[in-house]
């Protein structure tokens, strides 16, 4: 797609808007639809979804239909979630072009940018349309049977569930474990490791998600809440230096725990530059995302930026939590460090446990496995319940609802998330037969089977 086309860019946030604009080629004029500019209206007896136009965005609409008028392309570029996807299938429906595209933002750079529109792809809004339809049927009917429990609930329960694997355990002392590979075992459930000195492996740091950082940000006391450092991160994000208009750090709500080959490439050019002494992690151990997915790790945008001299020109916990995203991720980047004494148990197959701190010489350990804050925001968004971009908001409105309870890193089932326990295998199954069926043409009674199952 040429950047000399004159170009609608829509997005949902005011503040990503103003962002990209102050980049984005002259010949492109962003808007934002500042949330719902039409209103979901879902008829499950004919299975019917209707956009309902919000009254308070009608200046919104017209200029909208003003600047579609004059573009020579328009490209929709909210986010994949449910109400990104809402947004998007509205303006094809409403701009009636097929002129629509959708586009993936991954860098507020002019570079970035320039890269999202010329990687956009047809707006589809017939599948869209579909995927929303069978969301909202499987709330209505899920709403309608008095056995189930709330959704959340139930995909928290579904959450604690004996089936899903772990990749975080505890000693006797608390201290915290890492396994090289997943291990499905029961949270009560303790087994035996021990060091293994023949074993040449490594302690290696994987890029960060927004999950990890949240908990991260807390357990640095950088935040005082999830929710603090949820917010904090987005300020982040948004905040400039002094005579520059590119952010810090990637766009940072994601799930994804890598960067992209082309992310990969920059990273090393600029680790090289700033003349750091370790090696750069050879390319058969870097974690590669998908190109298909729409946000990589969070990063510096600048690796070879001192951490010293950013946070000097910013307030203090903008600053600190730019240091902690700054090192780990020069430590993702950099070769693994190799482990003196792996900790293995020989009924679990070839994968071996460590810590991220200094290595404990006793000879013999029991570990137990746990669900850190982080793997809980993995769990649940693995089961389409919840979007990293929430993910500090949700944590709390759960722990005010009893839904859960938080102890130093672990998170806990609430009590009102206890009486659940007995069926989170059930529910764990019907969340992830709703997600494969979720891609089909649904109705109300293929629903109902499942939920009811």
Known sequence: MSDSIYTLLVVESPVLARLIQQVAPSSVFVMSTGGYCWHPEYDLKQNRLKAVANPEQAAFRKELKEQAAWAGNIVVATDTDPSG??????????????MIKRGKIRHISKSGIIQMLSETTELNDTYLENRLKNRHMIRSVWHRLPTLPDPELA????AFSTRLPFSTFADETGTIYKSSQPVTASPDEWFPVSPDSSLNE???????????IIESAVQADIASSYSEAENLLYALFQHRLNLSDQSLISYPRTDANAFYPET????HTQFLASG???????????ETANPDIPHESVYPLQLDLDPDDAAGRMDSQKGELYRLIHSHTLRACSMPEPLQSPLVNDLLGDGFFYTEGKENGAARHSLRPICTVSDFGKRLNSLDAMTPSVFGTRLHEWLDKKYITINGQQVLPGKKCLPLLNRSEHFLQMLQNLQKAREENLDPETVKRILTS
């Open 202 to 212: 490594f302690r290696n740091y994987k890029p960060l998600s927004t999950f990890d």
């Open 155 to 158: 995909a928290i329960a579904a």
């Open 264 to 267: 990969w490439e920059g990273l």
């Open 276 to 286: 750091i002494k370790s090696s750069f992690k050879p390319s058969f151990l870097r």
């Open 85 to 98: 996807d809402f947004i998007a299938w509205c303006l094809g429906r409403f701009l009636k072009t097929m």
